[in-house]
Structure formats: C-alpha cells, structure tokens
C-alpha cells in the first residue's frame, strides 16, 4: 500500500531536522510536523521592538573541523551559517575569586598550566585521557557507523556510576582549579557530585576542541539550514501542524493525525517531542507499553529556568565580559538541593549570557535555575521572581536596572508552551551519574518502525549533543531499512 511519505519526523527541534534531512539526503520523501508557527524548538529568535534576542541557545562548537561543520558539509549547507568566536568557554565568579576559561585546548593548557603551575602535570595527564575519549565518540560518527569504539566502551565501563565531581578530584588537588572545572555544571544542569563522567568530560572536552561560537544572524539560522536541507531534496516542512495521535494498524505506525482534522501516512515515524507525550498521549492506548511507561516513571526530567530577556540603553560587554558568565552565591550541592526543593526566595546563581553579534549587542539574558513545581502560578511568580533576579543581579553589576529599556520573562510555563518539553525541561531528562539515569531512551521504541530523535535520547541537551543523536538515530533507521 503506498505511503504519503517515507518518513515523518514530529518536532522540529534540531535534533528532528538533523535526523530528517540526513533521510531526505538518503532519497527519502521526509514530512516535518511542527505544531509552533515557528521551527527549530529552543534555537528560535525572537524581536522586542528593536532588540533581537535568543530564547535559549548562546554558544555551540562549530569549529570548522568540528562534528557540526562536519555534518552540515554533509548536507551541502554549511555556506548559510557564519560563526563567530566567543571570547571564552566560559567566565566563572565566586565571593572570593573568578577566572575565565579559554576557548581552544591548547590555550587552556596553557592558561591553566602558567596559572596553576603545581598542577601542570596533572591537568596533563586529564587532558591525555580526555581527548583519547573525544576522539573515540566521535570517530564512528564521522565515518557514518554505529559501531562503538574499543576505548570509547573502556571508558564508559571504567566510569559508569561516577560522578563528575569524584574525576575531577582525582586529577586535581587545587580547590580553586577544580570549581573552575566544576562551574560547567550550568551547560548540563546537575552539579557535580551528581553528574555522569562521560557527558560532562564530552561536555568540556568538545568546547575544548571545536570552540565555542555564536551564529551570525542568530542561532536560529542553524534551523532554516536544516529544513532547507529537506526540502531541497524534495521533502516539507509544515508549521501549525501539531500531531494529537499515531495510528498504529499491524503493530506498526501507520498514520499522523493532526489537530486539524488532516493525516498523513508514512513507513517511518520519527518522535522529536517529549517522550511523556509519545508514549502517554499520541501512542494511542492499546498501543502503549507497560515497560516503557515505567521507565519514564524512573527517569526525570532536568531542570528549567527563568529567564530574563533584558534590552539595554548601552552596549552588553560594558557589563558582562563573556558570553557565558556564571555567577555563584552557594556552594553547587546547596544550589541544586534549593533548586529540588523548589524553594524559590533566594537567588543563589545566575547565568549572564550575550552573544557578540552586532544586532543583539544591546541585549542579555540572564537565567536562574527553577522547577516548575515550584509555582503553580508562573504567570504571576515569574515576576516576582524577576525582581529577585535583578535584585542579586545588580550586586554582580552594579546600575543594571538604571540601563533597561526593555524586559520580558519567560517561565517553566513558557517553555513548556512553546515547546512542548515536559516541566519545561531545558536538557531532556536530568544528567545523573546513575547508572539508569544515565542510559535515556535510545533510538528505538517498541514499534519497530517508530524511533526517537533530540535532547531525551543520548548523549543529553545541547546543540553538539542533540545534532549527533540526530544524525545517529538516521543512520540508526538507514541501517535497518
């Protein structure tokens, strides 16, 4: 029986455009469902009267020999994004010091090794057992195979059920050195006495190596790439389309019906949405499994924000120097242990975050990281919570409220609006060094022909991150058609 499309991918975050235009560039007829007016989930833009501002994504590795360059050579559009350097990987504050981590691995050796003399040959010896692991991950994907690497399976085996924290003092003695390592926590969301070894080292490891970019024009362009990259090999992509249910006929999907009456069939389905709303509303019921509800039930996920979308009467970098600067007011385990309270009265970190691209250099966001169960009303807490916000904000920068001209704010609620990720989960699910925590979801459901692309699959949340689970889960279908 023919099929209106080979594949459908559901979502259109970069994790689903990734995996449909590596099928469309297969020769695949590929259908992307968006149900928002706008694709490309957290990398889309948005205006304010003359500032420009970026909902959630400030910095990706796009060096030019790097895994992303990589892939949108691959895709015959890499020409349609420009980048540009941030001046660091990051920029960490404490009471009593700070210090501003280099972009490229052999700076940071440098840096660290003139500024930490005494641990030169420790951080050499870390170093020479990180980039091996880079090397190691990345390599299959490179040569577009799944087969894990020896050294890649060593390194999950020696660490597994380890947290980042117990690594990192294993190489460093220095207190000051390893809370600068530490400080990366607020790229993957759990602190790290809680994190898994292997996402936080390719965390740090992968900035090390591509660096640390912004895209000119805004990182939704990265989006407009993708999609171009599908429809160019003859494949759509549909904005105001959400799916309310997958009809499975056989055992298999069969067919994606929208909230609009319209339906579409294909031989593959592609879920780049929460997987809470995969496996407990659009898999109908008779379809559902028992097993892989009770592992949603045992996974959880991250964390959310509130974020302060700040238009400024002067230039960002007066104030903030980096384009990720992260401000801590605890130490990490009081931090997150606040955070899974969801107690919400006191301001213990923020995130100040600014790209160096000319139209948003008037602009900063700053984030605090917050549950949503900690409000059962955003609409109204979001504001209060934005005054305590600034409030700590301005002990960090002095005369911040003086230069606003412009504040909007978005909550977990918003998030989860506008995107559709369970509590407004900003990296999938929770990054824990537990051994189930650590495992996700993979690429295959229990329909066979159904599969899961983005954040809440492997390796975790970030641009690097989603684009390669991405890519994976379409040489994962590829390989089994």
């Known amino acids: 029986m023919d099929r209106d499309f080979d594949a459908i991918v559901i979502g259109s975050g970069i994790g689903g455009l990734t995996c449909g235009a590596f099928l469309a560039r297969s020769g695949m007829k590929v259908l992307v469902l968006e149900k928002h007016i706008r694709i490309g989930g957290y990398s889309h833009c948005f205006k304010r009267k003359q500032f420009r501002f970026e909902s959630a994504i400030h910095s990706i590795p796009m060096g030019k020999d790097g895994l992303i360059m990589h892939l949108l050579k691959q895709l015959g559009v890499e020409n349609s994004i420009t980048t540009e350097e941030h001046k660091s990987m990051y920029q960490s504050r404490w009471s009593d010091f700070s210090y501003s981590m280099p972009v490229w691995y052999h ?31 990345i390599s299959p994907a490179r040569a577009g195979s799944l087969v894990e690497t020896d050294h890649y399976r060593s390194f999950i085996s020696s660490y597994q059920n380890r947290n980042f924290k117990s690594y990192i003092d294993s190489y460093i003695e220095d207190e000051k050195l390893r809370r600068i390592f530490y400080s990366q926590w607020f790229f993957g969301g759990t602190p790290p006495s809680n994190a898994p070894v292997a996402f936080y080292v390719l965390m740090f490891i992968v900035h090390a190596i591509e660096g640390s970019h912004f895209i000119v024009g805004g990182f939704d362009k990265l989006a407009t790439a993708l999609a ?5 090999s003859g494949g759509e992509v549909r904005t105001r389309s959400e799916v309310k249910e997958i009809k499975i006929e056989g055992g298999r999907a069969h067919t994606a019906c929208l909230t609009n009456g319209d339906s579409f069939s294909a031989d593959y389905f592609v879920s780049n949405i929460s997987p809470y709303i995969l496996h407990r509303e659009i898999i109908t019921q008779e379809s559902r499994n028992k097993i892989w509800l009770r592992r949603l039930n045992n996974l959880n996920p991250s964390i959310s924000c509130v974020a302060l979308y700040i238009g400024l009467d002067t230039f960002t970098s007066e104030f903030v120097p980096s384009g990720v600067f ?5 130490s990490d385990d009081s931090i997150f242990e606040r955070i899974q309270s969801g107690k919400l009265d006191k301001i213990d970190h923020l995130i100040f975050l600014h790209p160096s691209d000319s139209a948003e250099e008037k602009t900063l966001t700053i984030l605090n990281f917050v549950k949503k169960s900690a409000s059962e009303d955003w609409k109204t807490e979001k504001n209060i919570h934005a005054e305590r916000m600034l409030t700590e904000a301005e002990k960090v920068i002095p005369g911040l409220r003086k230069h606003i001209s412009l504040m909007e704010i978005g909550s977990p609620s918003t998030f989860e609006r506008y995107t559709a990720n369970t509590g407004g989960a900003i990296y999938g699910f929770e990054n ?23 954040h809440w699959g492997k390796p975790g949340g970030g641009i690097w991150n989603t684009m390669y689970n991405g890519y994976t889960a379409a040489l994962t279908m590829l390989k089994s058609n």
């Open 432 to 454: 824990t060094s537990h051994i189930y925590g650590e495992a996700k979801l993979p690429f295959k459901t229990h329909i066979p022909n159904l599969f899961q692309a983005g």
């Open 326 to 330: 992260n401000w801590f007011g605890d």
């Open 228 to 232: 171009s990259a599908i429809t160019s």
């Open 107 to 137: 700076q940071i050796i440098e840096k660290l090794g003139e500024d930490f003399p005494h641990q030169r040959s420790n951080l050499m010896k870390m170093f020479d057992e990180m980039r091996p692991f880079y090397e190691s991950f």
